[in-house]
Every structure is written in C-alpha cells, then in structure tokens.
C-alpha cells in the first residue's frame, strides 16, 4: 500500500478465505492481509505500460497509447 506497485490484473481466492470473514461488508484487501500474513500470497509485475480507463479523460490515454504503441 503506498508504494510503486497497483494492483491491475486477476487473483484466484480459495472460497473459504473469503467466506472466512465474518463481516457482511469488507474489503478484499482484508483477505490478502491475510494471506500476506501467512506467507501465502504471490504476485508478478507487469513491465509494459497501463492506465485507468474508467474515465473520458483515461479513454483517451489509452487510445493514445494503442496508436502509439506506448
């Protein structure tokens, strides 16, 4: 949290980590302070680049990015 790094992809959960929590509303990030806890998470970095597209403005990045084969 904080750092470099932002989390953009997948993850494969086992069910009973999720239903694990007892709370009606959370967060998932509970469930991988969790796993970061036992040692029991993993990740791989992405090299190329990214953005948000969940906005015009972030839209227009990405086709920015697609045209110029950032």
Same mark, same amino acid.
């Given at each position: ?8 992809? &997948?993850?494969?959960? /086992?069910?009973?980590r +999720? #239903? ?15 796993? &970061?806890?036992?040692? /029991?998470?993993?990740a +791989? #970095?992405?090299?190329?680049g ?5 906005t ?13 084969? +950032?």
């Amino acid at each position: 949290r904080g750092g470099a790094a932002v989390y953009g992809g &997948i993850q494969i959960i /086992r069910k009973s980590r +999720v #239903t694990a929590v007892k709370a009606d509303i959370f967060s998932l990030r509970d469930v991988w302070f969790r796993l &970061i806890a036992e040692d /029991r998470i993993a990740a +791989v #970095t992405y090299p190329g680049g990214w953005c948000d597209v969940g906005t015009p403005d972030g839209l227009d990045r990405a086709n920015a990015m697609v045209a110029n084969r +950032v």
